[in-house]
């Protein structure tokens, strides 16, 4: 045990996720248990550099394992980004104490807090909070999961009036630049197609399957589109345009699910999830560790270096896509 630190710091970064407020209890919890003491930062990288800080206890955290959102809130920093808002922010953490910080966000979060340790020596540890479950060195980040069951949940509804209608569906899902929501969840909801940035499937292909679907006797079809995806350089209002255009027969809807797709209560996977990490983040900063990230693999609860977790982005599931492949015969 690193007995010099006595007092964590909490915070939440970048894009929520539901499964952070389980993180946090998380985290507050093992402190508690350990008996040291732990601070929530607000606002992220700003509140750290405002000092907007709350000292946590176990009963601090009732209540939240359920919530989606951050109770800690979250911002984009960009004085952060500066040497001059860093040092604020180490002379935040000193004058309140904290020795150590656990960084609940995406790779942007953790790049930012790999460069303060590396500044000012502070150990972190991160865990992984993202829906887009695009960070290496974990098979899931906390989030990943609820917004998969938001997004099916949301695509079978829209398959009961797309059938209702006869109608084609374009259904344009979160990910920025990866296909890791748009491939599960589309195959998890029966979509006829999936467009992932990924996996480059053509114009001409896409309308051959919607001709083949159409001649197969479906009568309406679900199109699930990564929002990061640009099919030949068409956005999902461009695809309809164009599907329209060449398959006149079709009548054809888009909807974007955004931003209903990071809120909502987490699933019962991303709350064990997040308790298993949290306690993993508190255990290693104790036993002296620093700059490395919580993960799940192979359902172990494992530590990857932050350097390699945000250099590279988890590869898409080729297996899947080939399931996908074969589920729309
Ligand atoms: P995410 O963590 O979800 O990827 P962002 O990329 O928006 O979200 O990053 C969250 C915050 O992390 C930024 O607003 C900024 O405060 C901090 N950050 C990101 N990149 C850096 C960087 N290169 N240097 C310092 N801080 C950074
Ligand atoms: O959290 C990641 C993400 O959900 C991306 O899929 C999306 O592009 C982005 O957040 C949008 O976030 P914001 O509206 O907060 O900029």
């Given at each position: 045990m690193n007995t010099n630190i006595d007092k964590i710091g909490v915070f939440t970064s970048g894009g929520d996720s539901p499964g952070m407020n389980a993180a946090i209890r998380s985290v507050v919890r093992t402190c508690a248990y350990l008996e040291i003491q732990c601070v929530g930062i607000y606002r992220g990288y700003q509140g750290m550099i405002e000092g907007d800080f709350k000292p946590m206890d176990a009963?601090?955290?009732?209540?939240?394992?359920?919530?989606?959102?951050?109770?800690l809130k979250s911002a984009r920093c960009s004085?952060?980004?500066t040497e001059e808002g860093r040092k604020k922010a180490y002379e935040q953490l000193v004058s309140a104490g904290i020795k150590a910080l656990v960084v609940i966000g995406g790779d942007g979060s953790f790049t930012g807090a790999m460069l303060f340790n590396k500044e000012y020596n502070i150990p972190v540890i991160g865990i992984p909070g993202t829906i887009?479950?695009?960070?290496?060195?974990?098979t899931y980040t906390l989030g990943f999961d609820t917004a998969l069951n938001t997004v099916v949940e949301s695509i079978d509804k829209i398959r009961d009036t797309a059938s209702s209608h006869n109608r084609l569906f374009f259904v344009e899902v979160m990910g920025r630049d990866v296909g890791h929501i748009a491939l599960n969840a589309g195959v998890g909801a029966g979509a006829e197609e999936i467009l992932i940035?990924?996996?480059?499937?053509g114009l001409d292909r896409l309308l051959e399957s919607l001709k083949r679907s159409d001649a197969s006797g479906k009568s309406s079809s679900i199109v699930v589109v990564a929002e990061g995806e640009n099919t030949a350089g068409k956005n999902v209002f461009q695809l309809k345009e164009y599907v329209e255009e060449h398959i006149p027969k079709y009548d054809v809807r888009v909807s974007v699910l955004g931003h209903m797709q990071r809120g909502g209560a987490p699933s019962c996977f991303d709350r064990v999830l997040a308790s298993r990490m949290g306690v993993k983040a508190v255990e290693a900063l104790l036993e002296g560790k620093s700059t490395l990230m919580v993960g799940i693999q192979d359902n172990n609860i494992t530590l990857t270096p932050i350097s390699e977790a945000i250099k590279g982005h988890t590869k898409i599931d080729k297996e899947l896509i080939r399931v996908s492949d074969i589920m729309t015969t």
């Open positions: 009963r601090s955290v009732n209540n939240i394992i359920n919530k989606g959102g951050t109770i004085d952060f980004k887009d479950n695009d960070i290496f060195g974990t940035p990924e996996e480059n499937l």
